[in-house]
């Protein structure tokens, strides 16, 4: 949509008041414009424009209680229940580490914050702290729940507030960085530079000095390293692990934040594309029609391999990726692989 026919604050208010029970992603899509330009419609009446800097979050979040925290992306939607603890705040990477909400988050792409309040279809209000990068899209979401602080989240709107309180939304879209120049996949030093890892976190200083993607990486590294599997493989994978109660670890992450879940699953649920995990602490809605493919990959460390189930869209991009639960300097679960070396092989001659 140009800016010439670019919605009004107004309009878009109307649409949504029009389309209640669209999700608020997929009402921004019809109307051509981010999410956060959604949000915003809204400034004055149920949202007010806050800081939107991580770290300064990260400094009271800990006072909010429990909360349920959601990060996304186009496919998966990954939330979890819990405090926000083990906060440690850095110019270029922040961590949280707590027992059940566990963050990576790069402050730098964090660019605007909005506290949102809504009437459920209950009746009750519903508080909300909401973060987006300079493009518009969400990087993190946090929920009040029932027992939550809500002194402490009126402190922190309070705090926070901006004097700019307007209506309006200026999407800034980066440019797409260059591309390294990659020529064919160089096999022979691929497989050598990834045989000799030594800890799973050495992968991606390996792609950047090989100036290799990573599907490209595990399309070419090998069956002994990486080897396709069917694409409801994380469906098949949860399942699984549900049924031997075998503690795993989910990765959902979008450009400014990834959020884990370490532990068991247990109610899944399928719904249209959807499927749903819907437990006590943790709920996961996985497009599994958006999967491409999925591959099992293994990664060599000084504690033996550690292998995960990483799922990629049709533009490359990873949508999820799964871990047994493991702690540094611990083998990983023989359950876990047993998981995963169940799981059927991906047929390319009847994909073709």
Not at 276 to 285: A, K, S
Request: glycine share 6%; charged share 25%.
């Amino acid at each position: 949509m140009t800016e010439k026919t670019r919605p009004t604050p107004s309009a878009i208010r109307a649409y949504r008041a029009e389309n209640p029970k669209l999700r608020e992603r997929d009402i921004a899509a019809q109307l051509g414009i981010s999410e956060a330009a959604l949000v915003a419609a809204e400034v004055g009446i149920s949202a007010i424009r806050i800081d939107g800097s991580a770290n300064r979050l990260l400094e009271k979040a800990e006072q909010l209680g429990e909360v349920m925290v959601l990060t996304r992306n186009e496919s998966a939607v990954h939330e979890k229940i819990g405090v926000y603890e083990k906060i440690t705040a850095g110019k270029h990477a922040s961590i949280v580490l707590g027992e059940n909400v566990d963050l990576r988050i790069f402050p730098q792409v964090w660019a605007h914050g909005f506290a949102v309040t809504k009437k459920g279809d209950d009746g009750e209000l519903r508080r909300s702290l909401q973060y987006f990068d300079a493009a518009g899209n969400a990087v993190q979401k946090i929920h009040l729940r029932a027992n939550s602080n809500l002194a402490a989240y009126e402190a922190i709107v309070a705090e926070f507030r901006l004097e700019d309180q307007s209506q309006d939304f200026a999407e800034v879209v980066a440019d797409a960085p260059e591309a390294d120049e990659t020529g064919p996949v160089d096999v022979q030093a691929l497989r050598q530079n990834w045989s000799e890892m030594t800890d799973t976190h050495q992968f991606f200083g390996m792609l950047k000095k090989l100036k290799i993607g990573r599907q490209d990486a595990v399309r070419s590294v090998g069956e002994d390293f990486a080897w396709q599997v069917s694409s409801n493989s994380c469906e098949l994978m949860m399942r699984a692990a549900a049924e031997r109660a075998t503690d795993i670890m989910c990765f959902v992450g979008n450009n400014g934040t990834i959020q884990i879940h370490t532990g068991p699953v247990a109610n899944i649920q399928p719904m249209g594309p959807w499927i749903n995990v819907m437990d006590p602490t943790f709920h996961l809605h996985l497009r599994q029609d958006h999967i491409a493919e999925c591959w099992v990959v293994r990664k060599p460390t000084k504690d033996g391999h550690v292998t995960s189930l990483e799922a990629y869209d049709a533009r490359g991009e990873m949508v999820i990726q799964y871990f047994g639960k493991r702690k540094e300097g611990m083998v990983e679960l023989g359950e876990w692989r047993a998981i995963l070396d169940s799981l059927p092989r991906h047929n390319a001659s009847v994909a073709a």
